[in-house]
């Protein structure tokens, strides 16, 4: 059996992240400073054997404690999915057009985990720029044909879904896939409360994406899934479909240890660590089975 643990780099990680959202929603540095202090003890008391997400996770759920707002990052998840509405409409044509259209909107799906599409006053013929650069790169690893091979005889697709304004990307991929199996059904789960940019229910239903798919609520409150903290009916989706496909490097670090046929990741490695486990340098690309890890 496969194990990922989180090791020194992720403890570290976890302290940037928990520094950028207490300077987001704590003003007084003094108070920034107290929470830090209490921060240091509660992973002080983390044992050895957890997921990288599960650390971040618990900061996380720690820090919110002390925040007044449920969804700190609901004004950037909303300029991300606008952002990034814009874009797949400058991508339509090009990947329809497209030797491979399903490759290509796999493609575009993962890059736009790399552009952070919520920055106030960027201009969208600039991040179409910058997007466009990340979307010619090939894949650093892939296991395509495999994935077109299970695409063709599904029935049904769970689409394990990552952040918002990509979820966009995604439901593009997702359209492009039923058009090449129209009788395949799709569900989508994305997180059962805000956490950081994560993709919820209400910024799903902001780019209707109940449009091209069933929307699932995981009940998971870390960046990405655990199946023993997911609901029955996402662990019933998980095991009962024919084909899954994880997205980001939360649900990766979350599904790695899963086994099952037709489950692939599709995700940018955007640590080290995991850049390493996948054997891809830091930036890579990657849509690849679960059987080939």
Not at 70 to 95: Q, W
Not at 198 to 217: F, G
Request: with cysteine; charged share 30%.
């Amino acid at each position: 059996m496969r194990y990922l643990r989180a090791d020194e780099r992720c403890l570290i990680c976890s302290l940037r992240q928990a520094e950028n959202l207490l300077k987001k929603t704590i003003n007084s540095p003094e108070k920034r400073w107290v929470i830090f202090r209490e921060i240091f003890r509660v992973m002080s008391e983390m044992k050895w054997g957890m997921k990288p997400l599960e650390v971040n996770g618990k900061v996380h759920r720690f820090i919110m404690e002390y925040v007044k707002e449920e969804d700190p990052f609901k004004e950037e998840k909303e300029r991300s999915n606008e952002m990034a509405m814009k874009l797949v409409e400058m991508f339509r044509t090009e990947i329809l057009n497209s030797p491979d259209p399903v490759y290509s909107a796999a493609k575009l799906a993962v890059s736009g985990n790399l552009i952070d599409l919520g920055i106030p006053g960027w201009k969208t013929e600039d991040v179409f720029e910058k997007l466009h650069e990340a979307y010619e790169r090939p894949f650093d690893r892939e296991d395509f044909e495999e994935f077109r091979n299970a695409l063709e005889s599904a029935s049904t697709l769970f689409y394990i879904a990552d952040n918002a304004g990509e979820i966009v990307f995604d439901k593009f991929f997702i359209e492009i896939m039923k058009m090449q199996n129209p009788s395949l059904e799709v569900m989508v789960a994305v997180r059962g409360k805000p956490i950081i940019n994560d993709v919820t229910v209400d910024d799903a239903k902001q780019i209707r994406l109940e449009e091209v798919a069933t929307l699932i609520d995981s009940g998971v409150e870390e960046p990405g899934v655990v199946l023993d903290k997911a609901t029955p009916e996402f662990r019933r989706m998980f095991f009962e479909t024919d084909l899954v496909v994880s997205k980001g490097q939360g649900n990766f670090e979350g599904l790695y240890e899963e086994e099952r046929e037709n489950l692939f990741f599709l995700l940018t490695a955007k640590c080290d660590f995991v850049a390493e486990v996948l054997k891809v340098p830091v930036g890579g690309k990657v849509f690849i089975s679960s059987s080939s890890l």
